[in-house]
């Protein structure tokens, strides 16, 4: 079905229709319409054009009214102050609009745009053999949001999980298994990512205290990243049983937040190497990157030390070794050059924000970003505790991913046993439902806020019934449920010949701009405007339900029909805009 146009789009065409036969001499101008507390919506742009024209703005304003013309759309318009428009739509133009929305199945009428291009999301970036831990619950989760809404509004997407599977490091660990062969093995087989962890952990201790404290172990550790590096095949076939063995690991709390990884998205660090030295050779040859001492570098006039010296992205070592430089521009020239994209988006900590700024100005200058193919990166800030800290265990540790998901959902089962009795939920229903009310509140609480902004972990917020949580959306959503399965023999329709209450109109004209929210939330990478509209719109649902009995025998039964309509397609609404930020939302709760 083709895509809905929503009412404030057909008012503003017609509005700005209207402005151009009005007054001609203010050529194409924009009408500036805004949601308003007085009418629906009221334009502000006449101020402007009269200050342009040397004209009355109220006078302006009254002949731009005369010049619209009649309509559905259009119940009451006034002149209001100094020359704005008030502007009040028929209850059918609100009805129609919503009733061909949800004649649109799964997509409510949000255009898919079939002429979008390609973008590349670089997100959840773990180190192979090292724990995940609290710092990659972002990236992991922002990212995996924006992927969801950039592929619903039509973009053609391709993953990008940059793991951190290469370095130094990494001979100190294959040389420590060389010659501790059975270190990876699995009691009895296991291949579950606990285990998987639990090995890798053992064997980085233990390979890292001998690393310190033996000197022929530290050298011929030393001599195995050289082997490393030059391919050699008894050390690369280690190197994967790390990768594998992490993947394996990676996968089991991927699933736990409940994400979908895969293997071809997987393309870490390593996946550049061969690229490596062609890309040093073109920002040398062009003349991007000089050398200075000794070291291939890039320099800005606006990246400068304490000491007023500029500081260089260093792409190539003094030692001749590769710096991330080279591996974040090589993975640049191979998205853009390979995998065709039009965008790249780095859903990256905004300490790196420096960083990302030195290579994308490195990539444009090498000519492989340009106007047709740009970067932005996603930064975002820190999770902290309640006490506006860092978020760590007691002992000061890092808190793991897992500890902390185990929690979410150990608190959250907690408040859905507390209710289960009330709706009769099966104990499998209440550990299913329990798993996603605690992943959907860690989700929503990072996704709610502005990425850039640090955020505070609260559990017990997180959890709660009430404010701005997932909870309390995953709560509208089931009583919308509940309300459809008592209706009986009444199906929701909608009846555009009805009169409307006040909440009724607001939960309708709110439930249109779900398209539009959408739109803004993918050009503009803000996740958190889909969230706040969410909230919004379970809170305007909170209402009219409290102030339309949607049952109610008094009702006629067209009335019955419309307010199950409202009801069907809120919940439509939030079941969809929910799941784009990766929350479930239970048909019970």
């Given at each position: 079905?083709a895509?809905?146009t929503?009412?404030?789009s057909?008012?503003?065409?017609q509005?700005a229709?209207a402005?151009?036969?009005?007054?001609?001499?203010?050529g194409t101008?924009?009408p500036?319409?805004?949601?308003?507390?007085r009418?629906?919506?009221?334009?502000?742009g006449?101020?402007a054009l009269?200050k342009k024209?040397?004209?009355?703005?109220?006078?302006?304003?009254a002949?731009v009214?005369?010049a619209?013309p009649?309509s559905?759309?259009?119940?009451d318009?006034?002149?209001?102050?100094?020359?704005?428009l008030?502007?009040t739509l028929?209850?059918?133009?609100?009805?129609?609009?919503?009733?061909?929305?949800?004649?649109d199945?799964d997509?409510l009428g949000?255009?898919?745009?079939g002429?979008?291009?390609?973008t590349?999301?670089?997100?959840?970036q773990?180190?192979?053999?090292?724990?995940?831990?609290?710092?990659h619950?972002r990236?992991?989760?922002?990212?995996?949001?924006m992927v969801?809404i950039?592929?619903?509004?039509?973009e053609s997407?391709?993953?990008?999980?940059?793991i951190?599977?290469?370095g130094t490091q990494?001979?100190?660990?294959i040389q420590?298994?060389?010659?501790?062969?059975?270190e990876?093995?699995?009691?009895g087989?296991q291949?579950?990512?606990e285990?998987?962890?639990?090995?890798?952990?053992?064997?980085y201790?233990?390979?890292r205290a001998?690393f310190?404290?033996?000197e022929?172990?530290?050298?011929?550790?030393?001599d195995?990243?050289v082997?490393l590096?030059?391919?050699?095949?008894e050390?690369?076939?280690m190197w994967q049983?790390?990768?594998?063995?992490s993947?394996?690991?990676?996968?089991?709390v991927f699933?736990?937040?409940?994400?979908?990884?895969?293997?071809?998205d997987i393309?870490?660090?390593?996946?550049?190497n061969?690229?490596?030295?062609?890309?040093c050779r073109?920002?040398?040859?062009?003349g991007?990157?000089?050398?200075?001492?000794?070291?291939?570098?890039?320099?800005?006039?606006?990246?400068l030390?304490?000491d007023?010296?500029k500081?260089p992205?260093?792409?190539?070592?003094t030692?001749?070794?590769?710096g991330?430089?080279?591996?974040?521009l090589?993975?640049?020239?191979?998205r853009?050059?390979n995998?065709?994209?039009?965008?790249l988006?780095?859903?990256v900590?905004?300490?790196?924000s420096?960083h990302?700024k030195m290579?994308f100005?490195t990539a444009r200058?090498?000519g492989?970003?340009?106007d047709d193919?740009k970067?932005?990166?996603?930064?975002?800030?820190?999770?902290?505790g309640k006490?506006?800290?860092?978020?760590?265990t007691?002992?000061?540790?890092?808190v793991?991913?897992?500890?902390?998901?185990?929690e979410?959902?150990e608190?959250?089962?907690a408040?859905?046993r507390?209710?289960?009795g009330?709706?009769g939920l099966s104990?499998?229903?209440?550990?299913?439902n329990?798993?996603?009310?605690g992943?959907g509140a860690?989700?929503y609480a990072?996704?709610s806020?502005?990425a850039?902004r640090?955020?505070?972990f609260d559990?017990?917020?997180?959890?709660?019934?009430s404010?701005d949580?997932?909870v309390?959306?995953?709560y509208a959503?089931?009583?919308i449920?509940s309300?459809l399965r008592?209706a009986?023999?009444?199906?929701?329709?909608a009846?555009?010949e009805?009169e409307l209450?006040?909440a009724?109109r607001a939960l309708g004209?709110h439930?249109d701009q779900?398209?539009?929210?959408?739109?803004?939330?993918a050009?503009q990478?803000e996740?958190?405007k889909l969230?706040?509209?969410?909230?919004?719109?379970a809170?305007l649902?909170?209402?009219?339900?409290?102030q339309?009995?949607v049952?109610?025998?008094e009702?006629?039964a067209?009335?019955?029909e419309n307010r199950l309509?409202l009801?069907?397609?809120?919940?439509?609404?939030?079941h969809?805009?929910m799941?784009?930020?990766?929350?479930?939302t239970?048909?019970r709760?």
């Amino acid at each position: 079905m083709a895509s809905v146009t929503s009412l404030a789009s057909t008012l503003q065409q017609q509005l700005a229709d209207a402005l151009t036969a009005a007054l001609p001499d203010a050529g194409t101008a924009d009408p500036l319409l805004r949601r308003s507390d007085r009418a629906d919506f009221q334009a502000n742009g006449i101020l402007a054009l009269a200050k342009k024209l040397k004209g009355n703005p109220r006078e302006l304003a009254a002949k731009v009214t005369d010049a619209l013309p009649a309509s559905d759309l259009i119940k009451d318009i006034e002149v209001s102050g100094p020359g704005f428009l008030n502007v009040t739509l028929t209850d059918r133009a609100i009805t129609e609009t919503l009733a061909a929305r949800a004649a649109d199945g799964d997509r409510l009428g949000v255009p898919a745009n079939g002429a979008a291009g390609t973008t590349v999301v670089d997100y959840a970036q773990p180190n192979v053999a090292k724990e995940m831990h609290v710092g990659h619950l972002r990236s992991a989760v922002i990212g995996d949001a924006m992927v969801r809404i950039l592929e619903f509004t039509g973009e053609s997407v391709v993953r990008r999980h940059h793991i951190g599977d290469w370095g130094t490091q990494f001979g100190m660990l294959i040389q420590y298994l060389v010659e501790h062969p059975h270190e990876l093995d699995h009691e009895g087989g296991q291949e579950d990512g606990e285990a998987a962890m639990s090995s890798l952990n053992r064997l980085y201790k233990a390979s890292r205290a001998l690393f310190d404290s033996d000197e022929e172990f530290k050298a011929r550790s030393r001599d195995r990243v050289v082997a490393l590096q030059a391919g050699d095949a008894e050390t690369l076939a280690m190197w994967q049983r790390f990768v594998d063995e992490s993947k394996i690991y990676f996968y089991s709390v991927f699933d736990k937040l409940d994400m979908e990884i895969s293997d071809p998205d997987i393309v870490g660090e390593s996946g550049y190497n061969d690229m490596l030295e062609e890309t040093c050779r073109i920002l040398e040859e062009t003349g991007v990157a000089v050398r200075s001492e000794g070291a291939l570098c890039v320099f800005f006039d606006d990246v400068l030390g304490p000491d007023g010296n500029k500081v260089p992205l260093i792409v190539k070592k003094t030692n001749g070794g590769y710096g991330y430089a080279a591996t974040d521009l090589s993975a640049i020239r191979d998205r853009v050059q390979n995998l065709k994209a039009d965008a790249l988006l780095y859903v990256v900590d905004v300490r790196q924000s420096l960083h990302f700024k030195m290579v994308f100005e490195t990539a444009r200058r090498a000519g492989w970003l340009n106007d047709d193919v740009k970067a932005h990166q996603l930064a975002f800030g820190t999770v902290l505790g309640k006490d506006g800290k860092p978020f760590k265990t007691r002992e000061g540790v890092t808190v793991r991913l897992e500890d902390l998901l185990d929690e979410a959902v150990e608190r959250a089962t907690a408040v859905v046993r507390e209710k289960a009795g009330k709706v009769g939920l099966s104990e499998q229903e209440i550990v299913e439902n329990g798993r996603y009310v605690g992943v959907g509140a860690v989700k929503y609480a990072d996704l709610s806020t502005s990425a850039v902004r640090d955020y505070k972990f609260d559990l017990d917020q997180m959890v709660s019934l009430s404010g701005d949580t997932s909870v309390y959306l995953q709560y509208a959503y089931a009583r919308i449920q509940s309300i459809l399965r008592k209706a009986g023999d009444a199906k929701p329709v909608a009846h555009p010949e009805l009169e409307l209450a006040p909440a009724e109109r607001a939960l309708g004209l709110h439930l249109d701009q779900f398209g539009e929210v959408l739109a803004e939330v993918a050009a503009q990478y803000e996740p958190h405007k889909l969230a706040a509209y969410l909230y919004q719109l379970a809170s305007l649902y909170t209402t009219f339900y409290d102030q339309c009995h949607v049952l109610s025998e008094e009702n006629p039964a067209e009335v019955v029909e419309n307010r199950l309509f409202l009801c069907d397609l809120t919940a439509r609404t939030l079941h969809r805009g929910m799941a784009l930020l990766g929350i479930r939302t239970p048909e019970r709760l």
